[in-house]
């Protein structure tokens, strides 16, 4: 069997966005990692939200093996994968006014905790409001988005803002509009898109920045251990008891 020419394209493309935003971003991934680490060492609390898709590199950082402990999936019943029934639920949400305030109200989260949100469009009220709550609330707000759509697209919130415009930290992803990197002859849409890959691999670059900014503090980083190696459920018994209160995942 012939090696598919779509295919090779497509990792080029990924791997093109990846060295864009390791070249671009490196300082404010850098900046997030310090914010995140500041955050552990002052005894505060970590979570991250997307919705839809943009679930996914979120989910990717909570209770992951190589992963920080505290990083805690911060839930909207309905929008955190495609198992809402019908599909559309789940994206007709992102852009219900009102939402993220009764999801951040009954919340663990309060004053100094950080947030991570992501969302490749930023435009939607959802993600845009869970970040204006958040930081009228005092915690410290990481946005990961497509820059792009800013300028691409219209805003779906009433104030005519974006996610990006309500972040202490912004990371781009460099994502076209429309997520798609491929187009070909004889497939009349766009295809192949690269948001996941790109998104999830920021995520893990700042938990590399932030492990080794709290080692930097003379700290251990709470690090989870493969449960696949032998010790690994031990360690992460450890772990997990020495940092419960912050951890919200297991309750």
Wanted: glycine share 12%.
């Amino acid at each position: 069997m012939s090696e598919s020419k779509l295919a090779g394209q497509f990792f080029d493309a990924a791997i093109g966005l990846l060295e864009r935003v390791r070249d671009e971003e490196g300082a404010r991934i850098a900046e997030a990692g310090t914010v995140i680490a500041e955050a552990v060492a002052g005894g505060k609390r970590l979570f991250a939200f997307g919705a839809g898709h943009s679930s996914l590199p979120a989910q990717d950082v909570v209770y992951r093996a190589g992963g920080l402990a505290l990083m805690n999936f911060l839930a909207v019943p309905g929008t955190a994968g495609v198992d809402v029934m019908p599909a559309t639920l789940g994206s007709a949400l992102e852009r219900v006014d009102g939402l993220a305030g009764a999801v951040l109200d009954s919340s663990p989260a309060s004053e100094g905790d950080v947030l991570v949100i992501i969302s490749l469009s930023g435009r939607n009220a959802l993600p845009v409001e869970m970040a204006m709550n958040a930081r009228a609330i005092g915690l410290k707000v990481i946005g990961v988005t497509s820059v792009a759509y800013a300028t691409g697209t219209k805003s779906r919130h009433v104030s005519g803002t974006y996610l990006k415009d309500h972040c202490d930290i912004v990371l781009d992803s460099k994502i076209a509009v429309g997520d798609a990197e491929l187009t070909a002859d004889g497939i009349d849409a766009p295809f192949a898109p690269a948001s996941t890959v790109v998104t999830s691999a920021i995520m893990q670059a700042v938990m590399a920045a932030a492990a080794g900014e709290i080692a930097a503090r003379g700290l251990e980083p709470p690090l989870l251990r493969s449960g696949n190696v032998d010790g690994g459920h031990e360690w992460n018994g450890r772990v997990m008891q020495e940092y419960g209160d912050r951890i919200f995942f297991r309750h």
